[in-house]
């Protein structure tokens, strides 16, 4: 038994849910990506619908067809029922052909809600870091350090509190934190921006750090 998906309003759907993933759910193709591609007619027009388009043949080549190959066990089976029609029965049952349209508008609304619950933003990912930021020696104004560190500004990044810690020999070092998105900050870049503070900073050192 099979069954297809032909509104619009489903391709629109799909269309929009493969802009931002490539696959409908994990990082490869799944038997729903299978399930989803046969349930397609036939391969999308790329002017209409180019994201999905994308998938479509990607799928098809994972699966070892190009778009005109995937269409072709419709197109064989036209000549079979030709040779078979002497044995169609006339007074045969109704049943498959409404389990068929059962099974479509259920695959149906299942892309559709699968495309929605797609749609729906992912939490973003964030880490709060602790850092350690040496001076050269204790002559090395503290506050001018702290304030120079505070005053680095990325997109994605948040400072948060600080303290001073004792090391010895009269010497403290600046220990501070910051929440940063993971997307967005990447750490080794943070503390080049810090140890670039040569005036000030010794080294810099990530003592801590924790996902939120």
Not at 162 to 184: P, S, T
Request: proline share 5%; charged share 30%.
């Amino acid at each position: 038994m099979s069954f297809t998906l032909e509104a619009p309003l489903a391709y629109n759907i799909l269309n929009s849910f493969f802009e931002n993933v490539s696959y409908v759910k994990g990082v490869e193709a799944s038997d729903a990506d299978k399930a989803v591609f046969n349930a397609l007619p036939e391969g999308p027009c790329p002017k209409a619908y180019p994201h999905l388009a994308r998938w479509y043949n990607h799928i098809a080549k994972v699966q070892g067809l190009n778009a005109k190959q995937a269409a072709a066990p419709a197109a064989a089976a036209a000549p079979a029922a030709a040779e078979d029609e002497d044995d169609i029965d006339l007074f045969g049952s109704d049943d498959e052909e409404v389990d068929e349209e059962a099974e479509r508008i259920k695959a149906q609304r299942l892309a559709e809600y699968n495309a929605k619950k797609a749609a729906k933003p992912k939490p973003i990912a964030k880490t709060t870091v602790t850092l350690d930021v040496k001076p050269w020696d204790d002559e090395t104004p503290m506050d001018k350090l702290t304030e120079s560190v505070k005053a680095i500004a990325m997109d994605g990044l948040l400072w948060g509190g600080h303290q001073l810690v004792a090391i010895g020999y009269g010497i403290k070092k600046l220990q501070i934190n910051c929440v940063v998105e993971d997307d967005k900050v990447m750490m080794d870049d943070l503390c080049d921006e810090i140890t670039a503070l040569e005036d000030y900073v010794q080294s810099v050192d990530i003592a801590a750090m924790q996902k939120i």
